[in-house]
């Protein structure tokens, strides 16, 4: 599903007559529709200027579009919605660019990176925990092949849910999944493959997956689309009296995440509990280059 920019905009500019949430009076309606005027308007200066200057407005604009998911959000009671200070901290500007240190505020406290994570239901880390630029970067979809260093990666992988339609009831549920990692294929055993999905929450409680021939000891039948990834049927089982064609999507939408019209397992990043949501890793890595760039 290819996401048209235009229409997407378009989308989003009429919201502004017909609010969601509560954005649809008083102040959190002025914010919600100022704050997405803002938003594209530094999206589109962004795309006329220089390298220099352009993760500045980038991630400026980001930030207002958070500005105005926060407005119209049903989660966030009282002032929570008003978001103010930043929230989230870069250091390590003399290491190579993608050691970058990246920190948060603690859970529970007001800036936007925080509050925001909390309504995504992306975990933050405070202080004591240092997330490398790297890993955040890796994490994202757009990045799959930009990879900042030689080190092992951990990116997201690709969960296709075509098996879903051709069955109306089944007791497990099946997706191909993609973009696993060249290092993960070619060792082409089940320990490799467990230990590598340690890294992924949403994949937890597999079952089995199509193997290479028939026998408990066979290795995972992975096929390649593309010299650098592999993709393998995974199977989940359902809870008992569970396999609805419905039943399994919502299973699915619980594991994973969607990201530009697709469903994806992201990789939790520096051992944190869960993954990050997307728009989440996509403010932290904007800020580390907007604190670069100046």
Request: no cysteine; charged share 25%; proline share 6%.
């Amino acid at each position: 599903m290819q996401i048209d920019p235009l229409e997407a905009w378009e989308r989003l500019r009429a919201s502004r007559s017909s609010r969601p949430g509560r954005a649809s009076s008083g102040a959190r309606a002025r914010t919600y529709a100022t704050a997405l005027e803002q938003a594209q308007q530094m999206f589109r200066a962004a795309e006329g200027v220089g390298p220099q200057t352009r993760p500045l407005l980038v991630f400026y604009g980001l930030s207002q579009a958070g500005r105005a998911i926060a407005a119209a959000a049903v989660g966030l009671k009282g002032e929570d919605w008003n978001l103010v200070t930043h929230g989230i901290h870069a250091s390590g500007y003399h290491l190579d660019f993608a050691d970058i240190e990246i920190r948060t505020d603690p859970e529970g406290s007001a800036g936007s990176f925080v509050r925001l994570s909390q309504l995504l239901q992306s975990p933050v880390w405070g202080n004591d925990t240092v997330v490398r630029l790297e890993e955040v970067w890796d994490s994202l979809p757009a990045s799959l092949g930009y990879p900042l260093t030689s080190r092992d990666r951990f990116t997201p992988l690709y969960a296709s849910a075509d098996s879903i339609e051709e069955t109306d009831f089944h007791p497990l549920l099946t997706l191909h999944v993609g973009d696993i990692l060249d290092r993960v294929v070619d060792d082409g055993s089940r320990p490799a493959l467990d230990d590598f999905l340690k890294s992924y929450p949403g994949t937890t409680g597999y079952e089995d997956f199509a193997r290479r021939r028939v026998g408990a000891d066979a290795g995972p039948h992975y096929e390649r689309h593309h010299p650098d990834a592999g993709w393998l049927y995974m199977h989940w089982p359902m809870p008992a009296e569970t396999g609805s064609q419905e039943q399994r999507r919502e299973r699915l939408s619980a594991m994973t995440r969607r990201y530009a019209g697709h469903r994806y397992f992201f990789p939790a990043v520096a051992g944190l509990r869960r993954e990050l949501h997307p728009l989440m890793a996509w403010w932290a890595v904007l800020y580390a280059m907007s604190m670069l760039a100046r």
